[in-house]
């Protein structure tokens, strides 16, 4: 086995280290996906299905639900106490 046969070898004027590989879980930062332009009738499941055929899912968000996309369809621009409401999704820092 590679491990018992080179650890502790001089190498170059220093002493090869050998050990096995543990793995480690990757941070959120470099396995989280952001997925925009969405269509506002797709569903957590639809989505689920999709995106599991390349690996597990740990946890899914959406962030536009669908009762949200329908408020900011009906309220935005509707006048409200004489000002005319002005209404977005908000964005999160990514």
Known sequence: MA???YNNLPLDGRTLVVQFHEQVERPASLSTLFVGNVARQATEEQLRRMF??????RSLRLH????AQNALDALDGKVFHG???AIEIAREKR
């Open 83 to 85: 000002q005319a409401l």
């Open 52 to 57: 599991s055929l390349y690996g597990q899912i």
């Open 64 to 67: 536009v639900p669908l009762e």
């Open 3 to 5: 491990q018992l046969r």
